[in-house]
């Protein structure tokens, strides 16, 4: 025992010996680069490239800290304080990545409190998305040609989800089919690098059908065709009405032109003839796409003698005059131009045009020539242009603006453009800017030596006033008496008339009779220069308005019937018509209501019969007046409109006129209508429903059910254009089981499914959903949910998946996007809402997370989301979420799964299992006060179901199947064997869990030769 003693003491003295020689050589190493420590485990934090990291810790005050990467120092020493420092750093290169520790020095002992691995992961590879650019078969494949395990692919067009594909192994994949025309792009997700890790590419351009040819110019004999589509093509022409040939061969009566070009010229055509004009293109070997028609017309010879008229009164209907031109810009139809009867001024026909350019004939001019012609408009507003060119009928051409006219939904209106400025060969076209017009009889002539008034049009009436205005220079008399009276000549009155004489623009006739027709009619007075008086001009009538006191009352939900024959309605708006929800007028005279609501709310017009006219429904407060300004059309009524139509919140007490008008000229129509109060609708999901969004909406409409029940309010204030259609339903799940996210809680038992059937959204939406209590109360109270994540409304987050839900599933749910709500609270006493904002729509799932932390465990499903939030403290509040990976609590950056730092609530996008135990707590600071939040622990749960049979690592025998090879257990997942399950499970292969709990009854078995090995401590 002796010799061990000494033994003992001699290796004592050897290993002091050369600890010390050991301790000054790390001395001496650390003067000149310091050392490091040894460190507890590595933390690993995955960083995409283009991103940045974030090291850091809390502080102790006397105690100073070093960062080191890779063993080399990367900062520091900074003194602590008591609070939080870190260090962040860009992520541009693999050089970024490696190995930082963080050390302590405090009283000479040097310890580290960090030890994190940086890993680079790399965004996913930037493809072309591959496929057919046109649908010859009304579908296509677009294709990738890698793909990367663990990234999420998903399809847009034109901005709008179309599909995706979650990739749990790499390489080429499609997306098929493709029945949409658009411009089709991807978005990458890559998940397993940080929430911020997407990549857009693509763009390939589907078309249905190619564009439209252009017709560029004409001459007598000459044709320029373009076209804006690039690649080879056969373009095909021949007289108008032929039929086109096929691939690559004529038809009878075609000529093909092969052309690598966007432009071909047509030569050896004949004067004044109509050709038709197609190209076609191969989109797969054999099969070929013609684009749409385009017609044009040769030159006529140029007009020479004046006067010169057309009424459009020998050509046949839907085509446009011989030697005229409609010129389309749209590709959209053939008919922008053509003629038409039913509205004319005179004669049996007219021209109506709704778009591009309407070019008349070539002419040859003297100097001494005006324009005259007379339109109106079928919407309730219109512009157009009148222009000039001196060269070709080339749009191009067309540089000098002769005329900008705004014209509105009333009777024809004269024109008279002065052409005195122009001689010698020259073009006229009308280019159409908005709405739809009508015209007819066009003259061009010699201009008289008293020429008399032009573009004459009424204002500013009232119930017993209107203002006359006109262009011209001179003496005018303006004659005006009841709506057909017969108008004098010279300076004398006819037989009902009243004279007014003036030299302005402009003239205010008073003392008229409230809601009376009116005709007016000006001549020019020439007589001091000894050339007479004008001939009068085309009358133009009003009609004064009414006064709102007579509007007919209606009671809340209280049926009345409207039966109104042709010129008998109550109110008449004289020339400005106010607008419906379809952008069309109400021309003629409307039925007025007054309507003042007992209660605040959704409010529904209810038709329940119709004689099929398309009756227009508008609604103003009443405190605006009867003027024509300011009317809100009630949805798109272009069509039958039996059933209900939303309103819009309506104030109690505050009083609301609506007018009912036929769409059409006509006020011949009969309805039966009534103004409903909406309840919180949406039950089972027994129909889909679809909503037409009026272009002209007040950019705020409500979504119903087949009662009259409101389920969602849409705002697309913040959108450029109405979404369009809307295809939405929602779906209530009575009973058990009750349908779960993956982190074990429940979603609300109603989802909402709104999609927007064609145009995208631009921008931001808001989104209202309304709830009836009664369910949001079975949330609130139900046992079962694993963690009282819902107190009230207030608590609800909104979960919105891809793809459309009308039916129950018993397994948990896939993970989709987490949107925190704008605001929440009581609609009425039955019902709640809850509002946010979003840029895509789909389903929405309400469920909790909103609710203050509490102290305890935050149990998830391996693969899904979850997000943390702490009381709003108010305006001037700071927040800062810390984490405490097992060496104190440190602050949060907006990296990797982690977002909202700085706000009241934290998301974590799929965190790993190896966040296991991570505690999480939120710094409030208000007016110097700080708030420190309870702590809550991040734990992974999975329970064994055996659903489909006893593989052990078939992710469908677990409730966190949604994605297969993410959901099974690993070595950081408590594992729950239930009992009652219709397979027990069985591990055949040497695998791994934090814990393993066994429920009564429940059985386990591990084939010979493997084993479980329980990696939690304690277990």
């Not at 022409?237 to 092969?258: L, R």
């Not at 109104?564 to 952008?583: C, K, L, M, R």
């Amino acid at each position: 025992m002796k010799f061990m003693k000494n033994s003992f003491q001699h290796h004592l003295i050897i290993y002091n010996s050369r600890l010390l020689l050991c301790i000054l050589v790390l001395l001496f190493a650390f003067s000149v680069s310091k050392a490091q420590v040894s460190c507890g485990p590595v933390f690993i934090q995955n960083v995409c490239i283009t991103n940045s990291a974030s090291i850091g810790t809390s502080t102790e005050l006397s105690a100073s800290y070093f960062w080191f990467k890779d063993g080399k120092p990367k900062r520091g020493p900074i003194a602590g304080d008591g609070g939080a420092v870190s260090f962040s750093f860009p992520i541009t290169s693999i050089e970024d990545a490696g190995n930082y520790t963080i050390e302590q020095t405090k009283n000479g002992i040097v310890t580290c409190v960090q030890n994190i691995q940086v890993v680079l992961v790399p965004l996913p590879e930037i493809q072309v998305l591959t496929g057919a650019s046109l649908l010859c078969n009304g579908e296509t494949t677009l294709s990738l040609s890698n793909s990367e395990a663990g990234v999420i692919y998903v399809l847009y067009c034109n901005n709008s989800f179309v599909t995706y594909e979650s990739r749990t192994i790499g390489g080429a994949f499609s997306f098929t089919p493709v029945s949409q025309e658009g411009v089709y792009s991807v978005r990458a997700y890559k998940i397993s690098c940080n929430s911020n890790a997407i990549i857009e590419f693509g763009n390939v351009t589907v078309y249905q059908n190619l564009p439209r040819p252009v017709i560029n110019s004409t001459t007598t004999t000459s044709a320029i065709i373009n076209w804006t589509a690039t690649g080879s093509y056969i373009l095909e022409y021949g007289p108008k009405g032929f039929f086109p040939g096929f691939d690559a061969t004529a038809g009878i009566g075609g000529t093909i032109i092969n052309t690598n070009s966007a432009s071909v010229t047509l030569s050896g055509l004949v004067s004044g003839n109509s050709y038709d004009v197609y190209f076609r293109q191969s989109c797969s070997p054999g099969v070929y796409v013609s684009s749409p028609v385009r017609t044009f017309t040769t030159d006529c010879s140029a007009i020479t003698s004046f006067p010169y008229s057309q009424g459009f009164e020998t050509t046949p209907i839907l085509g446009v005059p011989i030697c005229w031109k409609s010129n389309y810009t749209d590709f959209d139809s053939d008919l922008d131009y053509f003629m038409s009867t039913g509205f004319q001024r005179s004669g049996s026909n007219y021209i109506y045009g709704q778009r591009g350019w309407l070019i008349l004939p070539r002419m040859t001019l003297t100097g001494n020539q005006r324009l005259r012609f007379f339109t109106n408009s079928s919407t309730s507003t219109a512009i157009y242009n009148v222009k000039i060119s001196t060269g070709t009928n080339a749009i191009s051409s067309f540089t000098t603006n002769l005329l900008t006219d705004t014209i509105f939904q009333v009777g024809y209106r004269e024109k008279n453009i002065n052409l005195s400025a122009y001689t010698g060969s020259v073009y006229i076209a009308i280019q159409e800017v908005s709405g739809a017009i009508r015209f007819d009889d066009f003259t061009i002539e010699n201009i008289p030596a008293c020429p008399g008034p032009s573009y004459i049009k009424t204002t500013s009436v009232t119930t017993s006033t209107a203002q006359v205005n006109w262009t011209g220079t001179g003496s005018f008399i303006i004659e005006y008496g009841l709506a057909g009276f017969t108008p004098g000549t010279t300076n004398t009155p006819g037989v009902g008339g009243t004279i007014v004489t003036s030299t302005a623009n402009t003239l205010t006739l008073t003392g008229l009779s409230t809601n009376t027709n009116y005709d007016v009619y000006l001549r020019q007075n020439c007589t001091a220069s000894s050339n007479g008086y004008s001939t009068n001009s085309s009358k133009v009538g009003f009609s004064t308005f009414l006064n709102c006191a007579t509007a007919t009352v209606l009671s809340t939900c209280v049926n009345i019937t409207a039966s109104v024959i042709s010129g008998t309605g109550q109110y008449d708006f004289s020339g400005t018509y106010p607008v419906n929800s379809n952008g069309k007028s109400t021309l003629g005279k409307e039925l007025l209501y007054q309507f003042t609501p007992a209660t605040t709310g959704v409010y529904y017009l209810d038709v329940s019969t119709s004689g099929l006219q398309f009756v227009s429904y508008l609604y103003k407060p009443a405190a605006s007046g009867c003027s024509n300004t300011g009317w809100i059309g009630i949805n798109s009524i272009n069509r039958d409109n039996m059933g209900k139509h939303p309103i819009g919140v309506l104030q109690a007490g505050t009083t609301y006129l609506f007018i009912l008008d036929n769409e059409n000229s006509s006020d011949n129509f009969n309805q039966t209508f009534k103004i409903c109060l909406s309840s919180v609708g949406g039950g089972a999901c027994t129909k889909i429903f679809s909503r037409p969004i009026p272009p002209n909406s007040p950019k705020k409409e409500y979504l119903l059910d087949d009662s009259g029940g409101v389920i969602a309010e849409l705002d697309f204030s913040a959108s450029s254009t109405a979404p369009g259609d809307i295809i939405y339903t929602t779906y209530v799940n009575i009973g058990s089981p009750v349908l779960k996210d993956k982190d074990k809680k429940e979603y609300l038992k109603h989802t909402f499914n709104i999609i927007p059937a064609n145009n995208a959204i631009s921008g931001s939406m808001g989104i209202r959903l309304y709830i009836n209590n009664l369910i949001l109360q079975d949330l609130i109270n139900d046992p079962d949910d694993g963690i009282a994540d819902v107190n009230s409304v207030a608590d609800l987050g909104v979960t919105l998946m891809s793809g459309q839900f009308c039916s129950f599933s018993f397994n948990p749910i896939t993970p989709g996007v987490y949107i925190l709500p704008s605001s929440s609270g009581a609609y009425n006493g039955t019902s709640s809402f809850v509002q946010f904002s979003t840029s895509t729509m789909g389903a929405f799932y309400l469920n909790g997370g909103g609710l203050p932390l509490t102290p305890g465990d935050n149990v998830l499903c391996q693969g899904s989301s979850v997000v943390f939030s702490v009381p709003d403290k108010g305006v001037g509040t700071t927040y800062q979420w810390q984490v405490d990976q097992g060496f104190g609590f440190t602050d949060l950056s907006n990296l990797g799964v982690y977002s909202g730092v700085t706000t009241k609530s934290l998301l974590l996008l799929l965190p790993p299992t190896s966040y296991y135990g991570f505690k999480y707590r939120c710094i409030s600071v208000q007016g110097g006060n700080t708030t420190i939040s309870p702590i809550t622990t991040l734990k992974f749960s999975i329970t064994w179901t055996g659903a489909f049979d006893s593989n052990w690592e078939d992710p469908k025998n677990w409730d966190c199947s949604a994605y297969p090879n993410y959901h099974t257990p690993d070595a950081n997942t408590d594992v729950i064997i239930a009992s009652g399950t219709l397979n027990d499970p069985v591990i055949s292969n040497n695998l791994s869990c934090r814990s393993l709990t066994l429920k009564t009854g429940a059985t386990l078995t591990i084939d010979p030769g493997y084993k479980l090995t329980i990696t939690g401590k304690g277990n």
